[in-house]
């Protein structure tokens, strides 16, 4: 079955600076990478997310690159605000059909004014 | 469109007592539903899935279960709580077309004394 790997597990930047997330997976037939954010006592919420065909997909300060050679993917957060701090995941899975998602262990992101 | 309750929000029970968390969904039919567990500071953990009416997977074996009675209702529920099951659980959807990626609900906080 699909196994994903998440680094680093917390991640502490400056506000105004960069933030890089990357995944890896191990089943090639995964073929749709979401990212979901998630906020101190609520449920996870998706934030983007990338299919097999195409290598990068970017919503104004979020992108997401997809490596599907490598199996790996990331999530780049630019010009990070203090609202930018939760705890992000990624999950990799077939899209079809509703099937379930594996889930990363999580990134705690810390945004420091 | 689509939106998923859980009640409650926050729960404290003693161990030894029973347990029934609640999740629906509006404004889709024949979802997948899930429930997830997700411990202090770690990740997603998968504890069951359903494509159907009274149709129940279970992915790791535990001190619950699950049930499904209608189409949108998802129900989690214990006879006997340990205190290891302590926790944030989180209920999701997708539908079967793969049309949506997967959303969760705000999640119930359970503690066990």
């Known amino acids: 079955g699909e196994n994903v790997e998440q680094h680093p597990s917390t991640l502490s930047v400056q506000e105004g600076d960069s933030a890089v997330i990357k995944c890896t997976y191990s089943d090639s037939a995964s073929n749709y990478f979401p990212w979901y954010k998630q906020e101190l006592g609520k449920g996870p919420q998706l934030i983007i997310d990338i299919r097999s065909n195409v290598g990068e997909k970017k919503d104004q300060r979020i992108a997401v690159t997809l490596n599907k050679t490598a199996k790996h993917f990331s999530l780049h957060i630019t010009e990070t605000q203090p609202e930018d701090s939760a705890v992000y995941f990624c999950a990799a899975g077939v899209y079809n059909y509703g099937q379930n998602f594996v889930f990363g262990p999580g990134t705690r992101l810390s945004v420091l004014p | 469109s689509q939106t998923i309750h859980q009640w409650p929000a926050t729960l404290v029970q003693p161990v030894g007592s029973p347990l029934s968390l609640e999740c629906t969904v509006e404004?889709?039919?024949?979802?997948?539903l899930y429930w997830y567990r997700q411990a202090a500071g770690r990740g997603l953990q998968l504890l069951f899935y359903s494509v159907g009416i009274g149709q129940i997977s279970s992915e790791v074996p535990q001190n619950l279960s699950a049930s499904r009675p209608q189409d949108r209702q998802f129900i989690l529920s214990s006879k006997k709580l340990l205190l290891s099951d302590s926790g944030f659980y989180l209920c999701?959807?997708?539908?079967?077309?793969?049309?949506?990626?997967?959303?969760f609900g705000d999640g119930t906080r359970l503690s066990i004394l």
């Open positions: 999701a959807w997708r539908d079967k077309q793969g049309r949506q990626p997967q959303h």
């Open positions: 404004g889709t039919s024949n979802p997948n």
